[in-house]
């Protein structure tokens, strides 16, 4: 009957339990955020790369 004292396994299921529970936050989050996220990579490659691109071309006709 020594195995019912033994709780060295249980921080291990704790921490399980808890990342397993963030996972499915983050699941539900982006589930929710899904139209959000999907545009996302439009726009970022609309905007930044061509703010970028500009300043390159910028610096190589200064020097």
Same mark, same amino acid.
């Given at each position: 009957?020594?195995? +019912?004292?033994?709780?060295? /396994?249980? @921080?291990? $299921?704790?921490? +399980?339990?808890?990342? @397993? /529970?963030?996972?499915?936050?983050?699941?539900? $989050? $982006?589930?929710?955020?899904?139209?959000?996220?999907? @545009?996302?990579?439009?726009?970022?490659?609309?905007?930044?790369?061509?703010?970028?691109?500009?300043? +390159?071309?910028?610096?190589?006709?200064?020097?």
């Amino acid at each position: 009957m020594q195995f +019912i004292m033994d709780e060295k /396994g249980q @921080g291990s $299921a704790e921490l +399980i339990l808890i990342f @397993g /529970g963030m996972i499915v936050i983050v699941i539900v $989050a $982006a589930i929710y955020y899904q139209n959000y996220l999907s @545009g996302l990579g439009d726009e970022i490659i609309r905007t930044d790369v061509k703010n970028v691109t500009n300043q +390159i071309n910028d610096l190589k006709t200064k020097f």
